[in-house]
């Protein structure tokens, strides 16, 4: 982008910047190069005259694959009201992909409805997109009517792929599998989207299983192969297989691009290796945003925060500036580490200093900074004076707070709104009753678990997973399904007679520390 810079200062100083054919050709690099920058693409294209058509479709497929694509669907409607330029079959498609992203499926019925107007519903470039925005949104019914309806004219492996894709990011990966298996022409694509929508759903064996599958067909894995395994293992705690597709990586000599490498950063710390993830981090010879904020992220959620604040203060030295992620992440560590503060310095800069829109997650990690200290009439002003409605975890991080302090009456009004916007959430139940209980007001808290019961609301059991050996175990509180309960009950019983031993100092802990050999 530096010499993109150089380059366009030059066309503006000769004039040339002027000509439609050379802006497109910047604002073209800006939206699509691997140096993208779309807010740089969108100053390039606000400064060009008398846009013409390619320019128009460039700037709004460049923001429906953006962050932003809602850029793309107003940008569009600009389009349509300037009426010198009318949109044609390569505008709709990058709609219906914002869209999509969105989740708008209601509104994207109405361009849909458009095109059938305009009698484009035979192009299969857009009905392709038509079927990925339906299933993408969860409408199956939909998409699947779409898709059976148009499937006698030889549907490509597009529409195949978006069908199997929305019906995994439902959920319905079995039905999913179901039509994967009856593809006749299977794409890279194809088999990254079946092996996502398995990590998506938490079924990380069969991911594996279809990953060999894929192998064993002569279908090579793509670096979106990878990524999916590896936020598979990070999920799951599974850091023997990520250090094996780690190793594969290498072994295959597959690209580790940006993406990549932010995966393999991200598994490690959420495995707990972090001093894993700093080495990669360290060696990784160029490192974007999106690598940084993992790191500062990591390092927070590993109870590391002045090495996460110290990253993020590199970060700010390295040339590239911190976005809303950045921020997270060190508000994340100051969390962490309570850090009160740091967290009050750091969200003040971010409104204050960087001008940057503080979304809802930087106000629920700011309110749950403030209410762990005990700062609760703090925390409480700065849930009033919120831009937008507080969301059900930020009451939950307050009433969470007040139970650890013993505030009642706020914990009350702070459960009351959080019944508002949940009301068949157990938790807020069972901390409600918890607080009262702390305070001495056992019939209060006898009330509340009574109200929950009449309700018919449970607990939901604490879960936890842990990997051995390649293979992921997973423990439920109470829970008596694992196949080794009895083994497990046993040692636990052991270990607690010997704690309580080396308790009373009537064990010899150099022995249970250092145990001898089998």
Same mark, same amino acid.
């Given at each position: ?41 969108? #100053? ?125 990011? #439902? ?17 890279? $694509?194809?088999?990254? #989207? ?35 395994? =590896? ?17 594969? $990586?290498?072994? #295959? ?116 900074? =403030? ?93 936890? =997973? ?53």
């Amino acid at each position: 982008m530096s010499y993109l810079h150089m380059l366009h200062a030059n066309l503006v100083k000769t004039g040339l910047a002027k000509d439609t054919i050379a802006a497109s050709r910047i604002l073209n690099f800006c939206a699509f190069s691997p140096a993208s920058d779309i807010n740089y693409a969108y #100053s390039v294209f606000s400064r060009i005259r008398q846009p013409n058509l390619f320019s128009w479709n460039t700037i709004i497929r460049g923001f429906s694959q953006s962050s932003t694509p809602q850029n793309a669907i107003s940008l569009f409607i600009e389009m349509l009201h300037s009426s010198v330029i009318e949109p044609n079959r390569l505008t709709y498609p990058s709609l219906f992909k914002a869209y999509a992203q969105l989740g708008l499926a209601n509104d994207g019925a109405q361009l849909h409805g458009r095109i059938l107007k305009l009698g484009l519903e035979s192009d299969s470039f857009i009905q392709n997109t038509i079927i990925f925005m339906y299933a993408n949104c969860g409408y199956l019914v939909e998409a699947n009517r779409l898709f059976d309806e148009n499937s006698d004219t030889g549907f490509d492996v597009v529409a195949w792929n978006s069908m199997v894709m929305g019906l995994a990011k #439902s959920g319905q990966v079995d039905e999913s599998r179901r039509l994967f298996d009856k593809m006749q022409s299977r794409n890279t $694509i194809t088999w990254n #989207s079946m092996i996502s929508g398995y990590v998506r759903n938490g079924r990380l064996k069969e991911a594996f299983d279809l990953f060999y599958l894929m192998k064993s067909q002569k279908f090579l894995p793509t670096e979106f192969t990878m990524v999916s395994l =590896l936020n598979a293992c990070g999920n799951l705690g599974a850091l023997e297989q990520g250090e094996w597709i780690y190793a594969y $990586i290498r072994k #295959s000599r597959i690209e580790v691009n940006s993406i990549v490498l932010t995966a393999i950063i991200d598994m490690y710390c959420k495995c707990g290796s972090i001093e894993k993830a700093i080495r990669v981090f360290n060696d990784a010879p160029k490192k974007v945003l999106s690598t940084w904020n993992s790191m500062i992220i990591g390092l927070a959620i590993n109870g590391r925060g002045k090495d996460a604040i110290e990253c993020f203060s590199r970060l700010q030295s390295s040339g590239l500036k911190p976005d809303d992620v950045s921020f997270l992440g060190v508000l994340t560590a100051c969390n962490h580490c309570g850090m009160v503060e740091e967290g009050r310095e750091y969200f003040w800069l971010m409104n204050k200093t960087c001008k940057m829109k503080t979304a809802i997650k930087h106000y629920s990690c700011m309110v749950d900074i =403030l209410g762990r200290a005990g700062y609760l009439e703090e925390a409480q002003e700065l849930i009033a004076n919120m831009p937008e409605e507080p969301d059900a975890i930020i009451w939950a991080s307050l009433l969470s707070a007040c139970r650890k302090h013993g505030d009642v009456n706020m914990a009350k009004r702070a459960a009351d709104q959080l019944l508002e916007l949940s009301p068949s959430e157990s938790c807020t139940y069972v901390l409600l009753s918890n607080t009262y209980g702390s305070s001495a007001r056992f019939e209060d808290a006898m009330n509340t678990r009574l109200l929950m019961q009449k309700r018919g609301l449970q607990k939901e059991p604490g879960c936890s =997973l842990i990997e051995v050996n390649g293979e992921v175990h997973e423990f439920v509180a109470s829970g008596i399904l694992h196949s080794q309960v009895v083994e497990i009950h046993a040692l636990l019983d052991e270990l607690s007679l010997m704690l309580k031993e080396i308790e009373h100092g009537r064990h010899d802990t150099s022995n249970f520390l250092d145990p001898e050999p089998e």
